[in-house]
């Protein structure tokens, strides 16, 4: 199974990942980070699977209806032709949004008398056990999970087990978790699919596009809409666990939950697209977690929920995603010290009291957590961390997370300027401060090169953020060195790596997909625009069919590795599409 042929569907409570061959092979229920209702992702033989595809097991051909999230799979053969249409229902109700945690599926001829298979088989999370199927008239309700769990259909509930059938007319199948659908199956679910496409090309009309890479940008503003929870304003850093960051390499982990960092760059894609629900959702997130704690002992990433107990634990019985193990459950990042999540967290916030569309979320409370979140930044700022890649070997003090460090005072003295003038010295010394460490300790003269760690000689991707976050002039010439610096030594096959160094599961093997898109914001960052566009259509050429990014990618194999789809790949394709794209004034 390639990642590159699986799609998503969702609604900002629950997803699905869906094969070309018309399987559910990654379900978890009632939210993102619960255990898996259907996992063949990670175990074909004993993970559960939902599958609605041809009776002789051929692959169909997917694709988006028009800037939805809805993904239609068409099959095809000499007896005729089907399709499924597969959606996680949203649509505004009674002044809300509708998004219950379920999951329908309408199967459709299209020419003959096509011969279909269905199979529902839930397993019961990471016990993989079965659990009892009761049938009713036209439902099967799955018993020993947390809440109740049915499938509702029209099929024959005979047929429902794998055996194939003639399919003549349209058929619908809904999986519902909670209260049952009590309605008329048929008008319940045509409604809902025609609600749930309005919605979401509605949404897609209300967001901002460069006039280059339309589609990719409106594919990626869709799939990162969906690392939404919505009902707390979290922003999920991947839908799943545990796909390996490349063959044989061990690294994988439970990506399944809000790293604030991640959120912060989400925000940033956001805002370009002009979509500001999200950001004060996770506004309000952020303050939920903050107040906890006085002294701003902050996790580097919770649960949806906000919790932060997520101890890490491999299961040994789990076969893993193409045979690769560990399979991973919880995320031992969130007992690292990150050092640089109080620069992301102020850029965050820095927003509401610099926008005025976000007037209506300042406050004293708000202004105070941002000052102690920029205090906390400057008390911490040169300290050894695990950094922005989250070595699992000896931390050293991270340029990343001291230049993160250096945006949050410099920020907060631009804020302070006009809303709390007594505290702008403070901030601006601080910055200043910061930054002359960062210029005495970062700077490598042999290299002519900034590097990723104090008094280090590794090059790191994450030093072009300097010209994003404005560290240094745009001419200034050691911004341009370390960006010659970083594309000469970390570029493999037009791919940019993190690093090339031991990180305690050997050197990485595969190129880091966001990187690749932060070397297309820096070179536009620093004027050098006609590169800038030229390294966004080399990317732009070996983009998956569906638009769907991995976190990794290896440019040898064009294999996509790493959870998926990855929240972090999204946000670089746009902003880097922004920032690479003319304006459209400049080509209407």
Request: glycine share 6%; aromatic share 10%.
């Amino acid at each position: 199974m390639n990642l590159e042929d699986l799609a998503l569907i969702g609604n900002c409570q629950c997803s699905a990942l869906i094969s070309r061959g018309g399987e559910l092979v990654w379900c978890c229920l009632p939210r993102f980070d619960s255990e898996p209702v259907f996992a063949s992702l990670l175990d074909s033989e004993q993970g559960g699977r939902f599958a609605v595809g041809a009776a002789d097991g051929r692959l169909g051909v997917q694709r988006y209806l028009e800037n939805t999230n809805v993904v239609e799979t068409t099959f095809e053969d000499d007896a005729g032709a089907f399709r499924v249409l597969d959606f996680a229902p949203r649509f505004s109700l009674h002044d809300r949004t509708f998004r219950p945690a379920q999951i329908y599926r309408i199967v459709e001829p299209l020419r003959g008398t096509p011969r279909v298979r269905v199979l529902c088989d839930p397993h019961l999370g990471w016990s993989r056990a079965r659990p009892a199927a009761l049938q009713g008239s036209h439902h099967v309700e799955f018993e020993g999970f947390a809440s109740r769990l049915r499938l509702t259909t029209d099929i024959p509930l005979s047929y429902l087990g794998g055996p194939a059938f003639a399919l003549t007319e349209r058929r619908h199948l809904a999986l519902t978790w909670g209260a049952p659908l009590e309605e008329p199956l048929r008008p319940v679910c045509e409604r809902f699919l025609s609600e749930t496409v309005r919605y979401w090309q509605r949404w897609v009309k209300q967001c901002n596009i460069p006039p280059r890479y339309q589609r990719e940008v409106i594919r990626s503003a869709l799939a990162l809409k969906l690392h939404c929870f919505e009902d707390t304003g979290a922003i999920v850093a991947s839908m799943t666990t545990s796909i390996p960051e490349a063959p044989g390499s061990g690294r994988t982990w439970d990506y399944r939950y809000c790293w604030l960092r991640d959120a912060y760059y989400a925000l940033g894609a956001f805002r370009l697209l002009g979509q500001f629900e999200e950001r004060e959702q996770f506004v309000h997130y952020l303050l939920d977690i903050a107040t906890r704690s006085r002294e701003l002992a902050l996790s580097p990433l919770y649960c949806v929920n906000g919790r932060c107990d997520l101890d890490e634990r491999v299961l040994a019985e789990w076969p893993g995603f193409a045979g690769e193990r560990p399979v991973r459950v919880g995320n031992a990042a969130a007992g690292h010290t990150q050092l640089d999540i109080f620069g992301e967290m102020v850029l965050a916030l820095a927003p509401v009291f610099q926008d005025d569309r976000f007037s209506a979320e300042r406050s004293s409370t708000t202004l105070d957590l941002l000052v102690r979140l920029a205090r906390k930044a400057i008390e911490v700022a040169g300290r050894p961390d695990a950094g922005i890649w989250e070595y699992r070997t000896e931390w050293t003090p991270q340029t990343f997370s001291s230049l993160m460090c250096w945006a949050a005072s410099d920020r907060v003295a631009s804020i302070a300027r006009v809303h709390a003038p007594v505290l702008v010295r403070e901030f601006e010394d601080a910055a200043a401060r910061i930054r002359d460490e960062i210029l005495a300790r970062a700077w490598n003269s042999q290299l002519h090169s900034f590097v990723g760690q104090y008094d280090g000689r590794e090059l790191d991707a994450s030093l072009l953020q300097m010209a994003s976050l404005r560290f240094l002039p745009r001419d200034d010439r050691r911004l341009h060195d370390t960006i010659e610096a970083v594309r000469t030594h970390l570029t493999r096959d037009g791919w940019l790596q993190r690093y090339d160094l031991d990180d305690g599961f050997g050197r990485p093997t595969v190129a880091f997909v966001l990187c690749s898109f932060w070397m297309v914001e820096a070179l536009a960052a620093t004027g050098r625009d006609d590169e800038a566009r030229a390294a966004m259509e080399s990317i732009h050429a070996q983009l998956p069919r569906l638009g769907l990014l991995a976190e990794d990618f290896d440019p040898v194999a064009r294999r996509m590795w790493g959870n998926f789809p990855q929240a972090y790949s999204h946000v670089g394709l746009i902003r880097a599409a922004f920032a690479a794209s003319p304006r459209w004034s400049d080509v209407l």
